[in-house]
């Protein structure tokens, strides 16, 4: 284990305010003892507080959304699509600031942290794009001198609440899109997040003033759950997008529903990959260890079970374990530039990592490698771990259920259809992967009696997905679908409309009256 030296937290506080000077946006004010604050899961310490919205704040940036939206549906769609191409242009500029808050909130490393502002910048371009592509269909009518077609039309304010895992690419799938789409958004980030957010926001605000779209199409309100509940109760928000966990997905749904809202949920994922005995197990073992450990294991679609052939069970695991050892000496700072695992974003990663373990253990599980807590003397109040592989005897209730953590579940089959059962035999549906050489059990993995997974891959893990494909997932994930495809069908209003040009008046279906 290489040696830790824990970073000065006013140092990182100062870094994050130079990433605001550069990108040109006012820093945020910092208000001792206020009601939040912007936090490092880096040193686990607080940078500075912050004042976190109010019912009245939430309310007023409602309105103000709402007050723009009138404008902004009026705005022919390309024109909407400057604004965010203007900006992409800012994000590139800015590129290395951004991922710098990234990885002061939430402790991404280097490349991964880059990584997610490029995501913002690859939506950008496909929703300049999308700006032209809004297409609608025109259908055969049955009558003369009719024609049937339908348009697309903005829905109104877009609600959007998100995670602390990708601070600011989930929040840019659903905003570039449901700009171009015409509709305005009010933000509510991660509490844990607060200063990414802030910077993005501050972005658009100024690529809104460099192309004279109005302020109010972006607004931002800082908080906890008492904030987000204004967004899901309120009739003005017509759609509210939210990334977060199953229960809290269960939480909003029937509220948002009650009122006849949208909703567009992104949950909990429990992602697995099935490993063939024909599989390439350089590919699997090179695959698994990004999907499995990267990002710490705190992304939705991280690897948490690996479903193996028998035949090649004990080989693939003894490689993961060689490889998951060699990770050891690449846990810490996540600025360090050798650092592939930086920390947990807290405490409660950690307890319900330990509280996993034990579980599995109970169960008959034998952790093969990882799970213990690194630099406890040095970072006391950080949460640096050792990512764990766990070779379960089956399925058991703990591997069923998400862990927000770094754990593999390794677990054996004998044939296909049973590797199939085991790996549709989770509450969640969200990614999913087969590595084989042979075509025949791809494609039947990749049919309807295969996975049930919203993201279905061969030959590669289950994270890392590209914002060109729409992104989600079944059962307990949500069924919501964001970033690219037709996903922006969600941000809008469909009207089905009917054009009579013949003069004459024939009903359809052959209806005759007066
Ligand atoms: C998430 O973890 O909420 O596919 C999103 C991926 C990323 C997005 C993850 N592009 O892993």
């Known amino acids: 284990m290489r040696t830790f030296v824990l970073p000065d937290t006013e140092v990182l506080a100062e870094r994050a305010r130079a990433a605001f000077d550069r990108c040109g946006v006012e820093r945020p004010r910092e208000v001792e003892g206020a009601s939040g604050a912007a936090r490092s899961p880096i040193t686990g310490q607080e940078l500075f507080g912050l004042e976190y919205d109010t019912e009245e704040s939430t309310d007023r940036a409602i309105a103000e959304a709402q007050e723009a939206f009138a404008a902004w549906r009026d705005t022919p769609a ?34 991964e942290a880059l990584g997610e502002v490029q995501e913002m910048i690859d939506i950008c371009d496909l929703a ?10 025109t259908m055969p009518s049955e009558r003369p001198g009719h024609r049937l077609m339908e348009t697309w039309h903005p829905l109104g ?7 602390f895992n990708f601070p600011v690419a989930v929040w840019s799938w659903n905003t570039c899109v449901a700009l171009v789409c015409g509709d305005t958004v009010v933000w509510k980030p991660s509490e844990l997040t607060p200063l990414t957010a802030l910077a993005c926001h501050g972005l658009l605000m100024r690529a809104a003033a460099d192309v004279g779209a109005p302020l109010g199409v972006h607004r931002v309100v800082l908080g906890g759950r008492e904030v987000g509940e204004v967004l899901v109760e309120d ?18 749904a029937p509220k948002v529903a009650a009122r006849m809202g949208r909703y567009l949920l992104e949950l909990g994922g429990n992602n697995a990959a099935v490993v063939a005995p024909s599989a390439d197990l350089d590919l699997v073992v ?3 260890v990004f999907a499995a450990a990267g990002t710490a294991g705190q992304r939705c679609t991280t690897l948490r079970r690996l479903i193996v052939h028998e035949d090649v069970v004990e080989e693939v695991g003894r490689r993961i374990v060689d490889a998951y050892k060699q990770l050891r000496d690449r846990i810490g700072d996540p600025f360090e530039e050798s650092t592939l695992v930086g920390p947990l974003v807290g405490e409660r990663g950690h307890a319900a990592m330990r509280a996993a373990l034990e579980r599995a253990q109970a169960d008959g599980g034998e952790v093969l490698v990882g799970g213990d807590r690194c630099f406890a003397e040095e970072a006391a109040d950080a949460y640096y771990v050792e990512p764990a592989v766990v070779r379960m005897p089956g399925q058991t209730e703990v591997v069923r259920e998400e862990t927000f953590a770094p754990i593999l579940y390794v677990m054996a089959y004998r044939t296909l259809e049973e590797a199939v059962q085991m790996h549709n035999d989770v509450p969640q549906g969200l990614s999913s992967a087969i590595f084989t050489q042979d075509q025949a059990e791809a494609e039947r993995f990749l049919s309807s009696a295969g996975s049930d997974c919203g993201i279905v891959n061969v030959n590669i893990g289950t994270s890392g997905a590209e914002i060109g494909g729409a992104f989600g997932g079944e059962k307990d994930t949500g069924g919501g679908r964001e970033s690219g495809s037709d996903a922006w069908k969600t941000y809008m209003r469909r009207a089905t409309n009917t054009v009579n040009y013949g003069g004459g008046l024939p009903l359809a279906q052959g209806v005759r009256f007066l």
């Open 157 to 163: 304010v877009v609600g959007v609440i998100t995670a």
């Open 235 to 252: 009739r003005r928000v017509a759609l509210l997008s939210a990334t977060g966990s199953t229960a809290m997905g269960r939480a909003v």
């Open 286 to 288: 090179r695959g698994s």
């Open 128 to 137: 300049v794009g999308m700006s032209r592509q809004l297409y609608g269909r």
């Open 78 to 111: 390309p024109v909407r699509g400057r604004l965010v191409h203007r900006l992409g242009e800012l994000l590139r500029e800015h590129k290395a600031d951004l991922a710098a808050l990234v990885t002061i909130e939430a402790g991404k490393v280097g490349s």
